[in-house]
């Protein structure tokens, strides 16, 4: 199994910046790699970003691309989304996930996913 906890979230004014860290723990050596979804009030869960653990696979939604930056830390077992010029429409609980074997924007390809962390973005 693998524990999944994100922290980071907040609310922040239209043009800030948040930072979002995922610490994955467990048996972290058996997930391939890992996502950031976000699901706002009232919408269906929608794919942020994807990367493997190394980073040499990453690939991010259209709505964030250029504005958001996923990283990780294998020895902190931890992935981080770095928002920066953060809207009004990115408010959303944000979840990380993990998958051991798929690769994609598919929430059915994760096997673990996080409890989620707020944002709000206020206009």
């Known amino acids: 199994q693998v524990q999944l906890v994100e922290s980071g979230g907040g609310l922040v004014p239209a043009g800030g910046s948040l930072r979002l860290s995922c610490a994955a723990s467990g048996r972290t050596f058996s997930t391939y790699a890992m996502g950031w979804f976000r699901q706002a009030r009232g919408k269906e869960r929608e794919f942020v970003v994807a990367?493997?653990?190394?980073?040499?696979?990453?690939t991010y939604a259209d709505s964030v691309s250029g504005r958001f930056t996923v990283s990780g830390d294998i020895a902190k077992n931890t992935v981080y989304l770095q928002m920066n010029n953060l809207k009004p429409g990115d408010t959303a609980v944000y979840y990380c996930a993990a998958t051991r074997t798929g690769w994609g924007n598919r929430e059915a390809l994760y096997d673990y996913w996080g409890q989620g962390t707020q944002v709000t973005v206020s206009s």
């Open positions: 990367t493997t653990w190394t980073g040499s696979r990453t």
